[in-house]
């Protein structure tokens, strides 16, 4: 089962935009990830939020998380088109284990 | 890029053969996992292992099995293999446990497919 849903699933939007997304998740937490895809490549990590922070910061990223809500969001600022990926949201289901998302597939017109 | 190496990265087999997929880490972690991703499910957790020799199940371990006997090899086997089990598996480690806030870090993937 999956514990992160992305939403939307798919969002295209000019070079420049702002992309954000959102995931909501079930139960209780320790931490939420983001991670980003390229076609035909591994995922690759962006940023991890702890269940006592609520926003943090990385370079053009910023992730909120809102553990009342059971939702993060992370957003892109001045999109570029090397932006263009699929991005999973991920929160720990155990001491060793995350469960992944379904994914927003992202698209950065020029 | 973490040092992560899985092989084969393409494989074409038939239903019924045995198939084992390597996946082989530079980074002395200790924890390792395999993941499937189809269309529509995201990824899906198959065998993880703490240790050597210290493996769990996942989500979807039915049909497959895993051996860790080194630290830096982690090999995942499906015994007789299924069209089900066609799809993109992805080796990831990380250093420590989630409840230590340690990202993972994933291979490239193996793309299979059984006919």
């Known amino acids: 089962s999956q514990q992160g849903e992305e939403d939307p699933q798919a969002l295209s939007i000019q070079e420049g935009e702002n992309a954000t997304m959102n995931c909501s998740y079930k139960t209780s937490i320790n931490n939420l990830q983001w991670y980003r895809q390229n076609s035909g490549r591994g995922l690759v990590h962006l940023i991890l939020i702890r269940s006592n922070e609520r926003e943090k910061h990385s370079g053009r990223l910023r992730v909120t998380l809102d553990t009342s809500k059971k939702s993060s969001s992370l957003l892109i600022t001045a999109s570029r088109a090397a932006d263009t990926a699929s991005y999973f949201c991920?929160?720990?289901?155990?001491?060793?284990?995350?469960?992944f998302g379904s994914g927003t597939r992202l698209s950065i017109r020029p | 890029d973490a040092g992560i190496t899985q092989s084969p990265r393409h494989k074409v087999t038939e239903t019924g053969t045995p198939v084992t997929l390597r996946c082989h880490q530079t980074?002395?972690?200790?924890?390792m996992y395999w993941y499937r991703q189809d269309p529509g499910h995201g990824l899906r957790l198959i065998h993880y292992s703490y240790g050597v020799k210290d493996t769990d199940k996942g989500e979807v371990s039915d049909g497959y099995s895993v051996s860790r006997s080194k630290t830096e090899d982690f090999l995942l086997t499906l015994e007789s293999a299924t069209s089900s089990q066609t799809s993109v598996y992805f080796c990831a480690i990380s250093e420590a446990g989630t409840s230590r806030n340690q990202p993972q870090h994933f291979g490239d993937g193996t793309r299979l497919s059984i006919l």
């Open positions: 980074e002395n972690h200790r924890y």
């Open positions: 991920a929160t720990d289901s155990s001491a060793s284990k995350i469960i």
